[in-house]
């Protein structure tokens, strides 16, 4: 199997049971929620997204992978991680929490 079919089937296997579980389980409570804990719940799962920085780590990643898509990639997955931080260590204040929530989404 080719590394672009390897990628295609680990991606869509990645995505596929999270789709099925955010559809039956996540989205009916998330409507359920007020506002302000949906959003709070949203921001937490973003909270974990500074994993992509592995990719600026030699020998984690192929040397295939080119350095126009890894640095972008592993800065802003940092970025967002930071920001649904941010958005989750505000949630108390009205108008900081909007402007977070809205940037780390």
Avoid at 18 to 23: E, G, V, Y
Avoid at 51 to 73: E, K, N, R
Wanted: aromatic share 12%.
């Amino acid at each position: 199997m080719s590394p672009s079919t390897i990628f295609d089937v680990q991606l869509g296997l990645g995505y596929a049971p999270w789709l099925l579980a955010m559809t039956k389980y996540g989205w009916p409570r998330l409507k359920a929620m007020d506002r302000v804990r949906a959003h709070r719940a949203i921001a937490l799962l973003h909270s974990f997204r500074f994993f992509g920085l592995v990719f600026l780590l030699p020998g984690v990643v192929g040397s295939g992978l080119p350095a126009a898509f890894a640095a972008p990639a592993a800065y802003g997955d940092f970025a967002t991680g930071l920001l649904a931080m941010l958005a989750l260590m505000t949630c108390g204040i009205v108008a900081c929490s909007g402007c977070s929530s809205w940037a780390s989404t």
